[in-house]
């Protein structure tokens, strides 16, 4: 099991940042991949970013050159610098790890953080 905490959501105004953290705990030791998802009202949840232990990112093409992901392997812990905020990027956005479980993997989440951009 892993808990995900995230903080660092909020309101900002158009062309603002903001930075989110998350914390693992449990078996951390197992994690393959870390990163963060978004979820607008009205929409499907998507990929934002992810990261793998190795550090390898991939990033949804609407946030490329604007956000950044990084990761700490020590403290357990993956973070994303939202720059260049748009009013279109206000969504909850949720922590994410994966663990493989043979050739797939098992996918925890957080509970969520608010992220609110004004235009």
Known sequence: QVQLVESGGGLVQAGG?????????????????MGW????PGKQRELVAIITS????NYAESVKGR????RD?????VY????????????V????ARIPTGSYY?????????????S
């Open 37 to 40: 998802y978004r979820q607008a």
């Open 106 to 118: 098992r996918q925890y989440w957080g509970q969520g953080t608010q992220v609110t951009v004004s």
């Open 73 to 77: 392997n020590a403290k357990n812990a």
């Open 67 to 70: 956000f950044t992901i990084s």
């Open 17 to 33: 940042s903001l930075r989110l953290s998350c914390a693992a705990s449990g078996s951390t030791f197992s994690i393959s991949a």
């Open 80 to 91: 994303l610098q939202l720059n260049s905020l748009k009013p279109e990027d206000t969504a």
């Open 93 to 96: 956005y949720y922590c994410t």
């Open 54 to 57: 190795p550090g390898t990112t």
